[in-house]
């Protein structure tokens, strides 16, 4: 079956760091844009970053995390991770991973051709 996994989600002081897992299962996604997203309870999703395909080498961030978040990924392993420092109260959400062919408007978009299912992040103060 071909699907998005997330892992690495928990509980973290505020000031700490995780590190979330994306992995893909069922086929291989180097030639998809991967990203990540957010929902907090309440609110909207909110996009958080994204990486081009695996040729690209570009990434984006939503404001809120640049400077203490980073994306990347592993074609070889069939990942792509968020690293998380710096962790603050406001992050605190469910995180989700995504993927599509297309990285144009990432940020914008609503519909995925692959999305996961889902890993809890707690920031406490």
């Known amino acids: 079956q071909e699907q998005l996994v997330e892992s690495g989600g928990g509980l973290v002081q505020a000031g700490g760091s995780l590190r979330l897992v994306c992995t893909g299962y069922?086929?291989?996604?180097?030639?998809?844009?991967m990203g990540w997203f957010r929902q907090a309870p309440g609110k909207d999703r909110e996009f958080v970053a994204a990486?081009?395909?695996?040729?690209?080498?570009?990434?984006k961030y939503t404001d809120s995390v640049k400077g203490r978040f980073t994306i990347s990924r592993d074609d070889a392993k069939n990942e792509m991770y968020l690293q998380m420092n710096s962790l603050k109260p406001e992050d605190t959400a469910v995180y989700y991973c995504?993927?599509?062919?297309?990285?144009?408007?990432?940020?914008?978009?609503?519909?995925?051709?692959?999305w996961g299912q889902g890993t809890q992040v707690t920031v406490s103060s």
């Open positions: 995504s993927a599509d062919l297309n990285y144009s408007g990432y940020e914008e978009r609503v519909r995925f051709d692959y």
């Open positions: 069922g086929r291989t996604f180097d030639n998809y844009a």
């Open positions: 990486i081009s395909w695996s040729g690209g080498g570009a990434t």
